[in-house]
């Protein structure tokens, strides 16, 4: 069944938690698709992920591009939704320029970090979908992430800030929201408030939707995060199999028999002969 848009407006209409995820290429985003996940967000989470890139600052539209390609080559029903970079949004043309471009490669709407109205309605203007991204901004906070300091809303200012940034960039026409990071209590009066469906990440349970980072879901990556559970440790589980690959190889357990082509009797008597008259070794 097609996620569109209005099935995950529906959604938050009938109270019924919208699932997210992270996907950055074709093999997961083939998993996603047959465990029927509702939305996956190429986020520009690649960089720190998959592109071995210090911070999120470092991503480039390039680099979004390339693994949109990648995405769409595997998506059917998923809604996605693909990150404008830092940088790439500076003025509302520049990011309707570059907003275009992942629509064109597949992407079913854009998101862009901050409270920026006049990004938001350019794009509306232009019938892009956006979901807004507001609360911890990987983009912009660098400098207060690198004090320990990732929890936004926790004071009054920074609260009433993100809840009237929420509701006017609802009113002004923006399809879905991500909460970043937000107290809980803040993102149950933020999603009371606003017609778009709200999608938490260590922002609580009472946001219409959650998304995680798939490789911190699934146990890939060595750092752990208070608001991501490890489900499964696949990055244990990936170096014992490699352990165990190497150690049938040297064991002369890998490859055997059944894993190696054979030839037949009578054509390798013919090479072995050959070899002989020829002084090579058999
Ligand atoms: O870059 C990212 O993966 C994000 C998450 C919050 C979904 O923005």
Redesign the pocket.
Known sequence: MKKTLEYLKEKKKNNQKIK?L?SYDYPITKILEEADIDMI??????GT?VLGYQN?TEVTLDDMIHHTKAVCRAKKDIFLVV?LPYKTYETPEEAVKNAKKLIELGADAV?F?SIRKDVLVSLKENKIKVMC?IGLN?QHDQARMMQGKIAKGKLFSEAIELLNGAISLDKAGADLI?L?KIPGKISKIITENVSMPT?G?GAGKYCDGQ?L?IYDLLGINERKYKHSPTYINIRELMIKTIRQYQNEIDNDIFPNEKQTNIIDDVEYNKIRDWCLKNNINV
Request: aromatic share 0%; net charge negative.
């Open positions: 997210v992270t967000i190429l986020g520009d989470s690649v992920n999120e990150d998101k970090e991204h990987p991500i970043e999608i990440i998304v980072i």
